[in-house]
Every structure is written in C-alpha cells, then in structure tokens.
C-alpha cells in the first residue's frame, strides 16, 4: 500500500485568496484523485490526474477555480481559487492503479477554512 | 446520474451486537466495490473490495460484505463487533466502463459501547 502525505494539514485562509495543497506519494503510481468532503457529507471526486496529461474534472468543477498539476509520478498540487466561505472543507488525495481496479489509498486530508 | 445510498446515518451498539450497514447503488452496470473506514483521528482505510467473483467478499479485522447484483447492494456485516469498531464508514463504488467515476456514500457512523 502507498503512504501520503499532505501540506498543509490544515489552513485558515481570507475570502478571495487561493491555496495550493500538496500530496506526496512514497511510490510512483498511476492515477491521483482529488476529493472534497464538506461538512457532514460524503466525499466528492474533484479531478483525476494523470502524469503527462490535464486533469480530468468532474461535473461541478472547472479548471480555473481548482487548477491541478502533476508534474511527476509522486507528486500532485491542487489549488483552490479565489476562495470564498463555500469552499470550506476537508480536501482529500487519494492514488489508485488500474491493475487493482482502482483500490485507493488516502492521505490525512486538508482542513481548509475560509473566512 | 449514479449514486450510492447508505441508509444508516449513525449506528449505537453494545460490544458483542452483530452489525449490518447497508450500501445500495443506482446503476446496474459493471461495478467495483468497496467499503472504507475512518477511526477517529485517522485517515481513510480500506476496509474490504470487491471486483468479481465470490460475493462474499472478507476484510479486516472480522468485516465482511455480500455482493448482491440483483438488488444493487453491498452490505457491510461483522457478527460481533469491538469498541474498538467505533468509526466512520463508507461505501463506494467504481464504474470503470463509463468514464472511472467513482461515488461514495454519505457514510455511517458507528459508535461501540463497551
């Protein structure tokens, strides 16, 4: 299994400013998932991203508010934009292979407040 | 659009008590299954999969889950559990045929009283 490891572990951040979250796998793998989970519900998939290619976002969820890069097979950025209260949340990253159908691996999660 | 149902928000049970959580799923087609946990204080875990076969798939730490396709659902099951079993618990599902979407459920959460 992979171990994760996210920055910052948590934040307080002003309305209109942005954060960039990291996630750092001990080993190189395939796919990373980023997830939001918001107070009392489930967690959300943001966006898969893939090494060497552009993230794919789900519905809800547009480039511009939370880019992403994956410069390597051990590393990802998300970053939350121009934030605002809403996006107060728990952000979650997650590594998956297809070789195992996709069974995921978490990191701790990123507690972001906006205020 | 899919979904998965979970349909026990939070769950009170005494050491010993056998355990069901239910997890339904709206769309029939190809799925891979799963059940995650998270204790207190920790990050998510998985606790068991499915992805063809046997239906009766066995995790962690005595859990256990029963694949039924014709009533879209993967229920969670331990027949005596610990104080120790208290967590949060999610289900999810993978479709890997249509675009690798992955949804998880609302989560349940256990509490175990000694």
């Known amino acids: 299994s992979a171990v994760i490891s996210q920055k910052p572990s948590r934040d307080i951040c002003q309305r209109g400013t942005s954060l960039t979250i990291q996630c750092q796998v001990d080993s190189q793998v395939t796919m990373m998932f980023w997830y939001r989970q918001q107070p009392g519900q489930s967690l959300t998939l943001i966006a898969t991203?893939?090494?060497?290619?552009?993230?794919?976002?789900e519905s809800g969820f547009v480039i511009d508010k939370f880019p992403i890069s994956r410069p390597n097979l051990t590393f990802s950025t998300l970053t939350v934009s121009n934030m605002s209260p809403e996006d107060s949340s728990i952000y979650l990253c997650?590594?998956?292979?297809?070789?195992?159908?996709?069974?995921?691996?978490f990191g701790p999660g990123t507690r972001l407040t906006v205020t | 659009a899919q979904s998965v149902s979970q349909h026990n928000h939070h769950v009170i049970l005494s050491e010993a008590a056998s355990l069901e959580l239910g997890c339904n799923y709206s769309y029939g087609g190809t799925v891979n299954l799963f059940w995650y946990v998270q204790y207190p204080g920790q990050h998510l875990q998985l606790l068991l999969k499915?992805?063809?076969?046997?239906?009766l798939v066995k995790g962690i730490k005595g859990f256990e889950a029963e694949f039924i396709k014709s009533k879209f659902s993967f229920n969670l099951r331990k027949p005596s559990v610990q104080w120790s079993d208290t967590a949060e618990y999610f289900c999810a599902v993978h479709y890997p045929n249509t675009g690798n979407q992955f949804y998880f459920g609302t989560g349940t959460s256990l509490t175990v009283i000694p």
């Open positions: 991203a893939n090494q060497g290619s552009e993230a794919t976002y």
């Open positions: 499915y992805f063809s076969g046997d239906p």
């Open positions: 997650s590594v998956g292979e297809a070789s195992s159908s996709y069974e995921q691996y």
